[in-house]
């Protein structure tokens, strides 16, 4: 009976000694979640892996040689809930939210990109322009249009609020799926009337998807701004505070080069010689 028992016990001993072994191996990785979501991530197609935040996100990884870096395949509220469960996760490229900050940490600014826009069938929005922006609120508050937006995106605080208050549910189509082609192809043939999303994705659609760009509006929010930033984002733990650490070390040392400055704008070129951009870089983007 005793040699059983040191059998059990032995047993034990070494499956604790493999799991904890387990738990440190999983510690030296980090599981980047991306997701297809031109031209920021390119997962598919002759631009694979060309995409403007993973061309900054290698640049981060180049100085993390510590760590085993992994690229799964995944969503966005894929990502979010990893994230929220502690996983051995993070993102490369998420804006700083109230919510989100009571379940990650987040580094200093990573990414700046134009902020998003509304964009919709050309004319349709003709009678509520303001200065040629859009005031999405008093559309919303309309309720005389329908908008399909992507699930558990954030598109900055001035703008989930509105969406949160004044979008009625019965307007608004989310969609699981980070493909806008369907989204763009659908306000074109005029089954839904907008959607909010980056000039720039329009333009890359635009561009692989045989839509033509005179076809649509895409409009300044009133109350944001021009610019915005993204953040990396860890768990909220002792793992995603040590490696949001180490990435602003990193961060302070590459974001005034402009090997940095070039891979993030490689999506959208048209900005780089833009003195409101330059301006936003050199005096927001770079202090945050």
């Not at 720039?200 to 109350?223: C, H, M, R, T, W």
Request: include cysteine; glycine fraction near 4%; aromatic fraction near 14%.
């Amino acid at each position: 009976m005793l040699q059983k028992c040191v059998f059990v016990v032995t047993v034990f001993i070494s499956l604790s000694l493999f799991a904890n072994e387990k738990t440190a191996d999983e510690q030296e990785t980090i599981y980047w979640q991306t997701y297809h979501r031109p031209p920021g991530v390119i997962l598919t197609g002759p631009s694979q892996g060309k995409g403007f935040i993973q061309q900054v996100l290698q640049l981060i990884i180049n100085k993390l040689p510590e760590y085993d870096h992994q690229m799964p395949l995944t969503t966005l509220a894929r990502a979010i809930e990893d994230i929220k469960h502690e996983k051995y996760s993070c993102h490369p490229a998420l804006f700083k939210t109230v919510e989100r900050e009571k379940y990650m940490y987040f580094s200093s600014a990573a990414v700046v990109n134009p902020t998003n826009r509304v964009i919709t069938k050309k004319g349709l929005f003709d009678n509520y322009l303001r200065n040629g922006r859009i005031d999405l609120r008093e559309i919303a508050e309309s309720q005389k249009f329908t908008f399909t937006l992507v699930k558990s995106r954030s598109f900055t605080a001035e703008i989930d609020v509105v969406i949160a208050q004044y979008m009625r549910e019965e307007g608004v189509f989310l969609m699981s799926n980070t493909d806008l082609s369907p989204t763009f192809q659908m306000i074109e043939l005029g089954r839904v009337d907008a959607t909010i999303a980056y000039p720039f994705e329009l333009n890359y659609y635009a561009q692989n998807y045989a839509l033509s760009l005179a076809k649509f509006d895409i409009y300044p929010i009133v109350g944001v701004p021009l610019f915005s930033v993204g953040h990396v984002a860890c768990p909220r733990n002792e793992w995603g505070k040590s490696v949001i650490a180490k990435i602003d070390v990193i961060l302070a040392e590459l974001k005034s080069t402009k090997r940095y400055k070039y891979a993030l704008t490689s999506g959208w070129q048209y900005e780089r010689n833009n003195p409101l951009f330059n301006d936003f870089y050199q005096h927001e983007f770079l202090t945050r």
